[in-house]
T-cell receptor, first 115, second 115 residues
């Protein structure tokens, strides 16, 4: 079974530029998550989708971050304009559902460096 | 209050020895799930083991076992016969069943296996 796919794997941009990350979840997984992980810290949830609807985006900096999940499958996370503090690993994850026993599976992550 | 607490920022273990990574959690839900993830330097978050709050037996997966003490709200990860490849960050996480869908992560424990 294919895992969570993410691209690009690495990205270096200058501050104020824009960047987009793509994610394809595990087939059949209705719930998709984007996490931001700054070096040395645990992952922080940015946004959670259930199919193509947003369940939780309370920690998404909406003035610069946006995310969509068209057709309830693939998802894109965009940052515009980027700031130095956005340098982090962006982890996409998916789970079959939102119940307490549903394991979240992660992709390899997209490393962003803003210079 | 922190939902997940990992009090050991760094741990060292001799190769082939067993090691316990501590995790305590805070919830008022009766139904919840506890998870452990491994994150090597490559960045991918790898699912290791799951324990449901109603499970009476401690979960085991190969060399990984979860020491679940419900009354103490602890869910320690035990790695037996440590290998050099076990060197990584380890995150404890919880999903509550009744009061929300969010996945809560601890701050992680860095494990180094010494040859």
């Amino acid at each position: 079974e294919a895992g969570v796919a993410q691209s690009p794997r690495y990205k270096i941009i200058e501050k104020r530029q824009s960047v987009a990350f793509w994610c394809n979840p595990i087939s059949g997984h209705a719930t998709l998550y984007w996490y931001q992980q700054i070096l040395g810290q645990g992952p922080k949830l940015l946004i959670q989708f259930q199919n193509n609807g947003v369940v939780d985006d309370s920690q998404l900096p909406k003035d610069r971050f946006s995310a969509e999940r068209l057709k309830g499958v693939d998802s894109t996370l965009k940052i515009q304009p980027a700031k130095l503090e956005d340098s982090a690993v962006y982890l996409c994850a998916s789970s079959f559902g939102q119940f307490s026993g549903n394991t979240i599976y992660f992709g390899e992550g997209s490393w962003l460096t803003v210079v | 209050a922190q939902k997940i607490t990992q009090t050991q920022p760094g741990m060292f273990v001799q190769e082939k020895e067993a090691v316990t990574l501590d995790c305590t959690y805070d919830t008022s839900d009766q139904s919840y799930g506890l998870f452990w993830y491994k994150q090597p330097s490559s960045g991918e978050m790898i699912f290791l083991i799951y324990q449901g709050s109603y499970d009476e037996q401690n979960a085991t997966e190969g060399r990984y076992s979860l020491n679940f003490q419900k009354a103490r709200k602890s869910a320690n990860l035990v790695i037996s016969a440590s290998q050099l490849g076990d060197s990584a960050m380890y995150f404890c996480a919880m999903r509550e069943g009744n009061t929300g869908n969010q996945f809560y992560f601890g701050t992680g424990t860095s494990l180094t296996v010494i040859p």
